[in-house]
């Protein structure tokens, strides 16, 4: 079964930091870019960042540029978004997807909270 | 920057009708990289059409997507009690790279 399962999502308090993950399985991850994506409570979809299937493409959103890094570790079917400077604004569900060959996100996985507050 | 805006803001429709769903781009967007997804309380987004006309995998054919250029529709041609939910469309390609619409809501009459 095609599969991704996020974790490392909790409560934070502001100004800290947190790394998600992203567990994939049932495809050869190494062959597909990914895609991190999120959703604040009530809102719409967020695209957060991008990584290419080798790792050395990677693209961020500008409300996250220069507090986010996203990484991947294909021997381990793996994908990170470790998170600095976290402020209210980031308080969202979590999403890693993958993407197909035409830029559409085909598999997502349940998604990880991450709420930043005092 | 490609700002998608998508209307209605809610449709509200009865099982059996025909619903039509607008997605309007602020620049052009290729063809190929413009899909829909539909996505339920609690529950990630589940890909409904890619290449701005192509079902997913596993998607109805009751969904149809339509569009070029800036102006795309999806449409979704006899509500089923499960269609009722909030529907994106998502651009790739333009800057940032990916960028989605704000969702239309199709509630229950």
């Known amino acids: 079964e095609v599969q991704l399962v996020e974790s490392g999502g909790g409560l934070v308090q502001p100004g800290g930091s947190l790394r998600l993950s992203c567990a994939a399985s049932g495809f050869p991850f190494n062959t597909y870019s990914m895609n991190w994506v999120r959703q604040a409570p009530g809102k719409g979809l967020e695209w957060v960042s991008y990584?290419?299937?080798?790792?050395?493409?990677?693209y961020y959103a500008d409300s996250v540029k220069g507090r986010f890094t996203i990484s991947r570790d294909n021997a381990k079917n793996s994908l990170y978004l470790q998170m600095y400077s976290l402020g209210d604004e980031d308080t969202a569900v979590y999403y890693c997807?993958?993407?197909?060959?035409?830029?559409?996100?085909?598999?997502w996985g349940q998604g990880t909270m991450v709420t930043v507050s005092s | 920057e490609i700002v998608l805006t998508q209307s209605p803001g809610t449709l509200s429709l009865s099982p059996g009708e025909r619903a039509t769903l607008s997605c309007r781009a602020s620049q052009s967007v290729s063809t190929s990289y413009l899909a829909w997804y539909q996505q339920k309380l609690g529950q990630a987004p589940r890909l409904l059409i890619n290449?701005?006309?192509s079902r997913a995998i596993g998607i109805p054919d009751r969904f149809s997507g339509s569009g070029s250029g800036t102006d795309f529709t999806l449409t979704i041609s006899r509500l089923e009690p499960e269609d009722f939910a909030v529907y994106f469309c998502q651009q790739y390609g333009g800057s940032p790279l990916i960028t989605f619409g704000p969702g239309t809501k199709v509630d229950i009459k």
């Open positions: 997807a993958r993407q197909d060959t035409v830029g559409a996100l085909d598999i």
């Open positions: 990584i290419g299937r080798g790792g050395n493409i990677i």
């Open positions: 290449g701005a006309s």
